[in-house]
Structures are given as structure tokens and as C-alpha cells.
């Protein structure tokens, strides 16, 4: 063999040895989207879960208003029919999912103002572990999409980036949707005295 042939060898050996451990670094990153992605799924699972302990203790007040209930139940209900895989993270599909998360939460939003008309409820104990328990999770969702987005903005940059973007073309390796402000959420809420 002459020197040639050992260097182009050598070559396509290093792009072979360059290639899988791109390719290998890609599979480890969209995984950790994948993760990230289960986590945020885990926070909105524990919050439909919790919900439905808050109606039957909601229900337990006289007279409380039955519309803000089934308003509730309703949004939880369509909430928890969005299912929505990591494979499936385009900007149309995410944005579904958090229409219906949005809804959920606005749903909830007026339930807790219904409750401040209700003194007893409101002293009612498993009422208030419900709704300390809710609080907290809607800062742990806060949190796990935060990780998510940076998490997809790793992943998005290292699939676009020279020269591992030729890897991530050819073996499909596309965009993942970010989670984005909820719409109004740029202007400041009024706030009345």
C-alpha cells in the first residue's frame, strides 16, 4: 500500500469515528428532550390529579356555584385528552397542548376567586392543603419547562450547527417547539382597588 491510499484511509476512518460519535451525541440529546418533555407532562399529570380532590371538596360548600365546577371538570377533561409525545413537539402541537393547559388553568383561576365568597370553605383544611399543593405546582411546571426550553435550545442549536447539521439532516433530526408566554402575558394584569 502506498502513502495515498493509507491516508485516504485514514480519513474515511476518522469521518466514520467523527460520524457515529455525532450521530451517538444527537440520540443522547434528543433523549434528554425526551426527559425534560416527561417531566413537564409528570408537573400538568399531578395537577389533573389533584383536581379532582379540590371539586369534591369544593362541592362539600352550600350552595357553591355548580357553572365554576363543570367549568373545571370540563377543562381538566381536555386538558388530560392531549396527549403529545416528544416525537410530536412541532410549535402547532405544543401549542394545542398548552391551549388546553391555558384553559385548565383559567378554569382554575376563577374557581379560587368563587372560593373567597365562602368563608367556610375556606377554612376548611383538605381545601386549604389542595390549593397550597396546586400553588406548588404551578411553580414546579414553571420550573420543568424552563429545564425543557433550555434543554430544546441545546438540542435545537447542536442540530443546526456546522458540521453536525449535515448528520441531524440525514438522519432526521428536526426542530423541537419551545414552550412561549402565554398570549397577553407581555402586558401587566390591572389591578383595581
Known amino acids: 500500500m502506498n502513502i495515498k491510499t493509507l491516508i485516504g484511509i485514514g480519513v474515511v476512518v476518522l469521518l466514520g469515528i467523527w ?4 450521530y451517538n ?4 440529546q434528543e433523549e434528554t428532550v425526551k426527559q425534560a418533555w416527561a417531566q413537564v407532562e409528570n408537573q400538568y399529570q399531578r395537577r389533573a390529579d389533584l383536581i379532582p380532590n379540590l371539586v369534591n371538596t369544593v362541592k362539600g360548600a352550600a350552595n357553591f356555584e355548580k ?13 388530560t385528552s ?3 409525545s416528544a416525537d410530536e413537539l412541532t410549535p402547532e402541537n405544543l401549542q394545542r397542548f ?6 385548565l388553568s383559567g378554569a382554575l383561576s376563577r374557581l379560587m376567586m368563587t372560593v373567597e365568597r365562602y368563608p367556610k370553605l375556606q377554612a ?7 390549593q397550597d399543593q396546586l400553588e406548588g405546582t404551578a411553580n414546579r411546571i414553571t420550573t420543568e419547562r424552563m429545564r425543557f426550553n433550555q434543554t430544546v435550545q441545546t438540542y435545537n442549536t447542536n442540530i443546526k450547527t456546522f458540521p453536525t447539521n ?8 428536526g426542530d423541537k417547539a ?3 408566554a402565554e398570549e397577553g402575558a407581555q402586558e401587566a394584569p390591572e389591578v383595581q382597588f
Do not use: C
Open 25 to 28: 451525541g444527537l440520540v443522547q
Open 166 to 173: 449535515i448528520f441531524a439532516g440525514l438522519f432526521g433530526f
Open 178 to 180: 419551545y414552550f412561549e
Open 124 to 130: 376548611n383544611q383538605n381545601f386549604l392543603s389542595l
Open 19 to 22: 460520524g457515529v460519535s455525532s
Open 67 to 79: 357553572e365554576t365546577l363543570t367549568q373545571v371538570i370540563d377543562a381538566r377533561s381536555k386538558a
Open 82 to 84: 392531549i396527549q403529545l
Open 98 to 103: 398548552q391551549q388546553a393547559q391555558q384553559q
